[in-house]
């Protein structure tokens, strides 16, 4: 393992490379990255014209996204023998700046991750939106999930059969209203690009799913009215396996802690053979996100429901460059 404590080209090229493979709602990836070589440090930015206005108005699910390329670059610094030192929000005059993080170094022994397959998961970890095969999974490799979420900030519950019954409700409610709201259609569809789009951002017609031939899972529609882009219907898993992410408050810096929860999570579920997809139409709507919430803690605020098991893997989608570099594809 190397150890740096500057901040030099190599070691911004491997923070981001990592960065950039995070998952972000619709694939807009909206971030940007600033490396202050004098202070040492990465600045991560929102990217305000990468957002949802109708999907996402409060920009939740965009500090989710951020959150999420945050965790790589910390576990990214962490295997380059760093200690990343994070700051969430440090500068209340220039609200776009999301976070810094200071690559210290270099890493005591009880600092090295015990996990090596994290950061390997980072270029395995796709979403896939296809049947799962429905063999449970072990509660240790659940537990761990749970566990990770925890580490960063959030909390992560495995409901029983009737509670996956009622989140998978209130999101097949939440889709059905996106489906019948003709802007909110237009701006997801926005983001569907045709095989060989010379574009790094949004989801390739190939990398959709099929609907549910049980009409059981709720998956995005992302086709609408556009029959010709829709895969033949499949049956999905019987029994859905799944858990909701949640904060017990919700300000900005719980979206940004929330995010990267959502990314250990799901690089511990990669890291163990299993495939994801998120489930997060509720959420944008705020009276489903509302009842999506457990009833005991009193105070719970969801921001995603993450479906797991063991599947098919999904379709790689592109990737801009975090800064002067190749296009990547996670």
């Not at 999974?137 to 509670?163: F, Q």
């Not at 995603?304 to 800064?323: E, K, N």
Request: hydrophobic share 40%; charged share 20%; aromatic share 6%.
């Amino acid at each position: 393992m190397r150890t740096r404590t500057r901040l030099d080209a190599a070691t911004v090229e491997s923070l981001l490379a990592a960065a950039v493979a995070a998952p972000s709602i619709h694939n807009t990836q909206p971030w940007r990255f600033r490396p202050d070589p004098d202070r040492r440090l990465l600045e991560v930015h929102s990217a305000p014209e990468r957002t949802l206005p109708l999907t996402d108005p409060t920009h939740r699910a965009q500090y989710l996204s951020v959150g999420a390329a945050l965790f790589n670059i910390r576990l990214a610094a962490v295997h380059l023998g760093m200690r990343p030192e994070v700051r969430l929000l440090p500068d209340p005059h220039r609200p776009g700046l999301l976070a810094t993080v200071r690559p210290a170094g270099p890493l005591d022994e009880d600092d090295r991750p015990s996990d090596q397959g994290l950061l390997d998961a980072v270029a395995r970890r796709h979403t896939s939106r296809f049947p799962f095969t429905g063999r449970p999974v072990p509660e240790p490799v659940v537990a761990e999930m749970a566990t990770a979420a925890h580490a960063a900030g959030a909390r992560l519950h495995v409901p029983d059969i009737a509670g996956t019954r009622r989140l998978l409700r209130l999101t097949a409610a939440a889709e059905a209203r996106n489906q019948t709201c003709p802007d909110r259609i237009a701006e997801s569809r926005a983001w569907i690009t045709a095989p060989g789009a010379d574009t790094p951002y949004g989801i390739p017609a190939t990398a959709l799913g099929p609907p549910d031939a049980a009409a059981r899972m709720p998956m995005r529609d992302f086709t609408g009215a556009l029959p010709g882009l829709r895969l033949p219907a499949l049956w999905f898993e019987r029994h859905v396996q799944s858990a909701l992410l949640w904060t017990p408050q919700d300000r900005r810096e719980d979206w940004l802690r929330a995010g990267q929860a959502l990314q250990y999570v799901l690089l511990t579920a990669t890291a163990h053979g299993l495939r994801t997809s998120l489930l997060h139409q509720a959420m944008e709507w705020p009276d489903l996100r509302a009842a999506a919430a457990l009833p005991r803690p009193k105070r719970c605020h969801p921001h995603m429901l993450i479906r797991f098991g063991y599947g098919p893997d999904g379709a790689g989608t592109p990737r801009a460059p975090g800064h002067a570099g190749g296009d990547r594809t996670r």
